[in-house]
């Protein structure tokens, strides 16, 4: 069975970096397009980032475009979010997230890590 599993969350400074992960496995995802969401209290999921495994394409959210890089190991299965130049206003829960190439939904989600930017 799939399982995401993120890690690398916590507490930083306005204009600070941080790195997510998120362990993929229960099958080859070659064929797949690994997402970044995030969601604050009180606000809808929102579109962070996401990339073909085959990393032939990426696409960000203009909110994070220049400031955040998706990317992955693919020998280890591994999925990256480089968080650079952090504001407040990306506080939220991340997750990571799977589908197949022409799925039209994220059917897989792992279960989240907080980051929290102070001012």
């Known amino acids: 069975q799939v399982q995401l599993v993120e890690s690398g969350g916590g507490l930083v400074q306005a204009g600070g970096s941080l790195r997510l992960s998120c362990a993929a496995s229960?099958?080859?995802?070659?064929?797949?397009?690994m997402g970044w969401f995030r969601q604050a209290p009180g606000k809808e999921r929102e579109f962070v980032a996401s990339?073909?495994?085959?990393?032939?394409?990426?696409a960000y959210a203009g909110s994070v475009k220049g400031r955040f890089t998706i990317s992955r190991d693919n020998a280890k299965n591994m999925v990256y979010l480089q968080m650079n130049s952090l504001k407040p206003e990306d506080t939220a829960v991340y997750y990571c997230?799977?589908?197949?190439?022409?799925?039209?939904?994220?059917?897989?989600w792992g279960q989240g890590t907080q980051v929290t930017v102070s001012s």
């Open positions: 229960g099958r080859t995802f070659s064929n797949y397009i």
């Open positions: 990339m073909m495994w085959s990393g032939a394409s990426t």
């Open positions: 997230a799977a589908r197949p190439n022409l799925a039209a939904r994220y059917d897989y």
